[in-house]
């Protein structure tokens, strides 16, 4: 079975870190290109940052950069978003998502998310 | 940077016919995609490369892009679609969202 299975949410002052993880598994993990993409309380989708199969190419929300890394461990089957400089906004569902291998095929398998909250 | 831009709500009888739409700048030259949220759920795409649907999702799901403008229409519409729809596209190595449209069915 094709799963992404996302966890480190929690609880985090501002101003703090957190790492999430999302674990692949049921296909090649490093023929695709991963994302993240979040979703505040009763509000919409936003992307967050994307990385390319083999880690070479990252990209990121002006929202985000330079406070959030993505990363993968190929050997690991594992994506990650380290987060750091957290503010409340950041507060939300944190969803990792894979990107068909074709253009425009849009994000094919997504996880059960993450939730994140950013509160003193 | 690149904006999509639905409508925040569309209500439709049960049977009849729901477009929900997605505007941006010639937004034609872009691939879209759709995606069905239900609550608690996460997203589920039902319609990728501007018209294709993937496998499992209904043919009453179909999808168009032309102009500045994409449509995901779903014919004789069911109480089961009643959800929050997301059209989303490129720009360039980034992904844009629209604010998605909640569709109520009633």
């Known amino acids: 079975e094709v799963r992404l299975v996302e966890s480190g949410g929690g609880l985090v002052q501002p101003g703090g870190s957190l790492r999430l993880s999302c674990a692949a598994s049921g296909f090649t993990f490093s023929t695709y290109l991963m994302h993240w993409v979040r979703q505040a309380p009763g509000k919409g989708l936003v992307w967050v940052s994307r990385i390319k199969s083999d880690g070479s190419s990252t990209n990121y929300a002006d929202s985000v950069k330079g406070r959030f890394t993505i990363s993968r461990d190929i050997a690991k089957n594992t994506l990650y978003l380290q987060m750091s400089s957290l503010r409340a906004d950041d507060t939300a569902v944190y969803y990792c998502?894979?990107?068909?291998?074709?253009?425009?095929?849009?994000?094919?398998?997504w996880g059960q998310g993450t939730m994140v909250t950013v509160s003193s | 940077s690149y904006d999509l831009t639905q409508p925040p709500s569309v209500s439709v009888s049960p049977g009849q016919t729901a477009s929900i739409s997605c505007s941006g700048d010639k937004l034609e030259d872009r691939y879209v995609c759709w995606y069905q949220q239900k609550p608690g759920q996460s997203p589920v795409v039902v319609i990728y490369q501007d018209s294709k649907r993937p496998s499992g999702i209904p043919e009453r799901f179909s999808g168009s892009n032309s102009g500045n403008t994409a449509t995901l229409t779903i014919s004789g519409t069911q109480a089961m679609d009643e959800a929050d729809y997301y059209c989303q596209a490129w720009d360039s190595s980034t992904v844009v969202f629209g604010g998605g449209t909640k569709l109520t069915v009633l």
């Open positions: 998502a894979r990107e068909g291998h074709f253009s425009g095929e849009g994000f094919d398998i």
